[in-house]
């Protein structure tokens, strides 16, 4: 099913269309479409990496860094991954149709307030094909039609994958309209989607903090905002050894390319002696560079000395900041100063200092005592997810199959005025 419209608005217009039909489908069909594509994307495993190793080496000439040629490679085992995420969105409770409120007046006029598909979802994003299939599911078993706009680094492996589900959404007699890009139009393609207004109805970009900032300062369309994430881990004076340990390593080098990796990681003054020995060791012997204030340079001679911007970077590398601060307000005078609300954690055996973390922390998801690459559709159960919101409108949070959806209220009367 290759795109043949000619212009954006072409494609937008028939998103819009396509959304009518795929707003109506009942939960049997909208799952049987999506295993369609699953299986689609499985039998095309070969066509999609063939792609993928194209965009791979022109990143590599580009020099576009590890972290984005990270996140942009497929190989079989990640196609598989992809496959599965979509077939677990399948399964996942429809949205459609929620009943979020009811009541009836004293005229007896009965309301309900239902969950119903927004229309056209529109996604910008960069370098990260696994988000033209995530989005694309969620916002089908949601009831919307998608328009996408993946970026120029992984044109081809997105250009492969929206054809594969394209022929999908046919092999069940639903529109493939419903399923469109604009990467070809390039940056005009972006500018467009983002001046849509009447025919997308919501907007989510995912990327760098330079491309969300673009897209919520210049768009039209309603945007819902995910943030960057400078993520912070606090370790309190009763951080136990092992958890302080074993988190931090775990939330900085598991996969250090991505927003809920911990960038920024504060010490309680009178756990220092105790922690930070060991623990810049075991960081700089994962491959980790610290950069540390004068206290943790103290530490370890491989620390290099932290600037007031690295308290603010986002490294997406195997790159830490770590400070040394005097007590538990420190460290929240801290996290309110440099946070980008993504994810804050503090390991603490300490009850009371918990309570206030959670209290007065001011980000999507605040923990105690567990790593932040928590922080994920997936892990939360929703499935794949749309990304992770640092706004507080309507969406907040790993985004799943309910924040793609907006609601209308119903009423049945029989012959009510308004007196």
Same mark, same amino acid.
């Given at each position: 099913m290759t795109l043949t419209a000619v212009s954006v608005d072409e494609r937008l217009r028939l998103a819009k269309d396509a959304a009518r039909q795929v707003g109506l489908l009942d939960s049997a069909a909208k799952t049987g479409m999506l295993r369609a594509i699953a299986d689609a994307i499985?039998? @095309?495993?070969?066509?999609?990496?063939?792609?993928?190793?194209? =965009?791979? %080496?022109?990143?590599?000439? @580009?020099?576009?860094? =590890?972290a984005l040629l990270d996140r942009l490679r497929l190989d079989a085992t990640r196609v598989a991954a992809l496959a599965t995420a979509v077939r677990e969105v399948a399964e996942l409770p429809d949205p459609v149709g929620?009943?979020?409120d009811r009541r009836t007046l004293p005229n007896g006029l009965e309301l309900q307030k239902v969950a119903v598909p927004f229309g056209v979802v529109g996604s910008i994003y960069e370098a990260r094909p696994n988000v033209t299939v995530d989005i694309a599911a969620l916002a089908l078993r949601a009831g919307n039609a998608v328009v996408l706009r993946g970026g120029s680094a992984a044109q081809s492996s997105n250009s492969a994958l929206v054809e594969v589900m394209r022929q999908a959404l046919a092999s069940q007699r639903v529109s493939p309209e419903a399923i469109q890009t604009v990467d070809d139009f390039?940056?005009?393609?972006?500018?467009?989607?983002?001046n849509a207004r009447g025919l997308v109805d919501v907007l989510v970009p995912r990327g760098s903090a330079s491309l969300i900032e673009t897209v919520v300062?210049?768009?039209?369309?309603?945007?819902?905002?995910t943030g960057a994430g400078v993520v912070h881990v606090y370790l309190d004076a009763t951080a136990r050894d092992e958890w302080a340990r074993e988190i931090v390593l775990n939330a900085k080098t598991q996969r250090p390319s991505v927003c809920n990796a911990v960038e920024t990681v504060l010490v309680h003054r009178d756990a220092a002696d105790r922690l930070l020995p060991d623990l810049l060791g075991e960081l700089a012997g994962a491959g980790v560079r610290v950069h540390g204030d004068d206290t943790t340079a103290g530490y370890d001679p491989r620390v290099v000395a932290a600037t007031d911007?690295?308290?603010?970077?986002?490294? !997406?590398? !195997?790159?830490?900041?770590?400070?040394?601060?005097? =007590?538990?307000? @420190?460290?929240?005078? &801290?996290?309110?100063?440099?946070?980008? &609300?993504?994810?804050?954690?503090?390991?603490? %055996? =300490? %009850?009371?200092?918990?309570?206030?973390?959670?209290? %007065?922390?001011?980000?999507a998801v605040v923990l105690v005592n567990a790593s932040t690459r928590f922080t994920d559709g997936g892990e939360f159960g929703f499935g794949a997810e749309v990304g992770i919101s640092t706004q507080k409108l309507h969406a907040r949070g790993p985004m799943g199959l309910a924040e793609l959806t907006s609601t209308k209220w119903l009423g049945r009367g029989d012959g009510q005025v308004r007196t």
């Open positions: 499985d039998s @095309a495993t070969d066509t999609i990496v063939a792609a993928n190793a194209d =965009d791979l %080496e022109r990143g590599r000439s @580009a020099e576009i860094g =590890d929620r009943v979020l390039g940056r005009d393609g972006a500018r467009a989607l983002m300062t210049e768009s039209t369309v309603p945007v819902i905002e911007a690295d308290w603010a970077t986002e490294y !997406l590398s !195997l790159d830490l900041a770590v400070r040394v601060v005097d =007590d538990l307000d @420190a460290a929240l005078d &801290h996290i309110r100063r440099y946070s980008t &609300h993504h994810t804050e954690s503090i390991i603490t %055996e =300490d %009850e009371a200092a918990a309570t206030r973390f959670l209290a %007065e922390v001011d980000s």
